[in-house]
């Protein structure tokens, strides 16, 4: 049997559908402006904040390559032949060669006493044959292909022997100086570099070197020999906004400036260091007969912000 709705419930439920029918388009309308309003205010205080970071981030990257592509040649001018770091300028380019030395020690120049005799672990007995190791001495003036160091030398499993080997250079006095420039290369004999063709545990922890014949003109004050694998050039070319590292060429008389000709064109060994170069600068200068000081400036740009650095490497020069 249905019962009759009371005024009082009839009241009840038409406020309770009023209550439930949602939000109005003014009312919408109304929250989508405030709510702009505030993402405009929070954009317009973190904004600066923002591009503030994004600023630093770029610098931080700008200088991180210049850094790192400094270093890098630092690094590797510190391992140097003395005297053979070379800068000179070209086509709008820096050029910066020097030859790479991979390790060194000191030589033989006397007879042991008693004198050691010819075997397996010495240079080999020629004429005149006497059955003793004199030939372990490294000689000046006359033809050589034989010499012992003095002590075991530093890493010796990374010496390369035989065509396109190393090199050993004996009392290095730099470009212009006859028999004493390691990038002398006109003499088939003579100069102060021979090309290394094999090498040999000796005596009492000495290692033998064997060399092409070669007469070395000028001995070490200090005994010492130096092992190059060859030389190495970096080039700034600001046109393309690049640093390059080039190895693996031959040794050149002249310094090579051109990256589009041979042999920095056709080195196998062409290594990209550095993106978006605007300028640099190499200068070199002997600062006495024993040290050089080479300077380095580089300016790396990007998207308007530029970062200039400098640098300073002591090169030395004690042949």
Do not use: W
Not at 11 to 22: E, L, Y
């Amino acid at each position: 049997m249905m019962r009759k709705m009371s005024s009082h419930e009839s009241r009840v439920t038409s406020h309770d559908f009023h209550r439930a029918r949602g939000v109005t388009l003014i009312e919408m309308i109304m929250v989508i402006v405030i709510t702009g309003i505030i993402a405009a205010s929070v954009a317009l205080f973190i904004r600066r904040s923002i591009e503030g970071y994004v600023d630093a981030s770029r610098r931080a990257q700008l200088t991180d390559v210049a850094d790192t592509a400094l270093r890098r040649l630092t690094r590797d001018v510190r391992t140097a032949l003395p005297n053979s770091v070379r800068v000179t300028a070209a086509g709008g380019r820096v050029y910066l060669e020097y030859l790479a030395m991979r390790t060194g020690g000191r030589y033989r120049s006397d007879v042991t006493s008693p004198a050691t005799p010819t075997g397996g672990t010495t240079c080999p007995d020629l004429a005149p044959l006497d059955g003793t190791a004199d030939e372990n001495v490294l000689q000046f003036g006359v033809a050589d292909t034989c010499f012992t160091s003095l002590s075991t030398v530093p890493d010796l499993g990374q010496i390369v022997t035989g065509v396109g080997g190393d090199y050993v250079v004996i009392y290095n006095l730099g470009p212009g100086v006859a028999n004493a420039d390691a990038y002398e290369t006109g003499a088939a004999t003579g100069g102060n570099k021979s090309r290394i063709t094999g090498l040999a545990a000796g005596a009492g922890g000495e290692n033998v070197f064997t060399i092409q014949s070669n007469i070395f003109a000028f001995s070490s004050p200090g005994r010492r020999f130096q092992v190059i694998s060859g030389p190495v050039s970096y080039v700034c070319d600001p046109g393309a906004q690049t640093v390059r590292r080039i190895s693996g060429y031959a040794v050149q008389a002249a310094q090579p400036n051109d990256v589009a000709a041979a042999p920095l064109a056709t080195a196998p060994q062409n290594s990209l260091l550095a993106l978006n170069v605007a300028t640099c600068n190499f200068v070199y200068a002997a600062v006495n007969q024993r040290s050089g000081l080479l300077e380095l400036t580089m300016e790396i740009s990007q998207a308007g912000e530029s970062v200039r650095l400098f640098q300073q490497a002591h090169v030395n020069n004690v042949p």
